[in-house]
């Protein structure tokens, strides 16, 4: 509702309304029209939705797929929830592109405008002794053998979940930059950045269980978190988006905390960072066996191919140089818990 007079008296269309819970914002924002379109059954119950709440002169309910559909007008704003799992993995983004070259009228707004994808390294030990200090110990039963596997399986597969602040080792670098407005499908098929991380966190690690002695070591690295926020830019935005737009395949190790205040001072910004309140999107672990080198400093290459594939086939490359091996992780498609979060996008 912060962008009330941006949508008051505007026709809107939402791409892949779902409950169409968006779209009612928007009447009741005092939209002249909302176009809600969703390809799969939740439509049927969108429209009964809007019955229920009176709203069927307003909120037009079409079922089908964007790309087939026929709307009578062209729209002022086009909002979507299109974001996926590690922003852009199975996202709708392509469908909000295809909306806004076929529907939108010229300077029409689309909400959320941007968007931005970030990786840091990150320390785990909680996790990580608990699924590899478990087997000292079992039940009585010495099975010590078993940690070098227990390692292995820990650092083989990617998994989505709630990763805290307190785990990420430094500042994340931006890995890719999303336009809503200028971005084009081919840009987003192969994203690739640098990075370079220099370790801010140490902890402390007693020399054994009884003794009062310890001593203060860098925090190990345990792999790399990926999240993501997306910006609600009015037209207002278009100021803040020269300063900082980047194309697409940029590094730009200068992510800083009053940047994130400069942003949430013109603008509303959704973010999924682990600092900030949890979102169901939660954030994406890809685990790494590191060099105690690495610790410190680390720094590589990342490339992800084939995000926005319906089938599955993304992959993604993680080459730190620091250890010359390049990680190839496991096809995302692999990943129970990313199969559940595709359910609920
Ligand atoms: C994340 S959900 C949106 C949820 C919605 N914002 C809500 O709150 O209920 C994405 C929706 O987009 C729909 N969808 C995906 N691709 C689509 C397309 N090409 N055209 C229309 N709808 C699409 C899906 O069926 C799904 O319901």
Redesign the pocket.
């Known amino acids: 509702m912060h962008h009330k007079d941006l949508i008051s008296g505007k026709v809107v269309l939402d791409?892949?309304?779902?409950?169409?819970?968006?779209s009612i914002f928007c009447a009741f924002a005092g939209a002249t029209r909302v176009y809600a379109?969703?390809?799969?059954d939740?439509a049927l119950q969108a429209m009964e939705i809007v019955r229920e709440n009176e709203l069927s002169d307003k909120v037009i309910v079409l079922h089908?797929?964007?790309?087939d559909v026929e709307i009578e007008e062209k729209v002022d704003v086009i909002i979507s929830?299109w974001m996926g799992y590690m922003l852009l993995y199975e996202s709708?983004l392509g469908?909000v592109i295809f909306a806004r070259d076929k529907w939108l009228k010229p300077g029409g707004l689309i909400l959320p405008s941007h968007a931005s994808l970030y990786l840091a390294p990150i320390t785990n030990s909680h996790r990580y002794q608990d699924s590899i200090y478990f087997w000292r110990d079992v039940y009585g039963i010495k099975m010590s053998c078993m940690m070098p596997l227990a390692k292995q399986c820990t650092f083989m597969e990617p998994s989505v979940e709630t990763i805290s602040g307190e785990n990420v080792l430094t500042w994340p670098t931006v890995v890719a930059q999303v336009d809503c407005y200028t971005i084009q499908a081919p840009d987003l098929e192969t994203i690739t950045a640098a990075y370079k991380f220099t370790s801010m966190l140490q902890e402390v690690v007693f020399f054994n269980l009884w003794s009062p002695r310890a001593m203060i070591v860098p925090a190990p690295l345990h792999g790399f978190a990926f999240w993501f926020d997306v910006e609600f830019n009015g037209p207002v935005r278009q100021k803040f988006k020269k300063q900082t737009s980047q194309p697409l395949d940029v590094n730009m190790p200068n992510y800083n905390p009053s940047n994130k205040k400069k942003k949430a001072d013109v603008s509303i910004v959704l973010s999924t960072a682990p600092e900030d309140a949890p979102t169901h999107w939660q954030q994406y672990w890809r685990p790494m066996q590191s060099d105690p080198a690495d610790e410190v400093c680390n720094m590589g290459h990342i490339a992800l191919e084939g995000l926005q594939h319906e089938s599955c086939c993304a992959e993604m490359c993680v080459m730190n140089t620091s250890q010359h091996e390049p990680y190839y992780a496991p096809k995302l498609s692999d990943m129970a818990d990313v199969a559940v979060l595709a359910d609920v996008?």
Do not use: F, K, P, Q
Request: proline share 0%; with cysteine; charged share 20%.
């Open positions: 791409v892949g309304c779902g409950t169409g819970v968006l379109v969703d390809a799969s939740i089908g797929r964007i790309e929830e709708m469908s996008a």
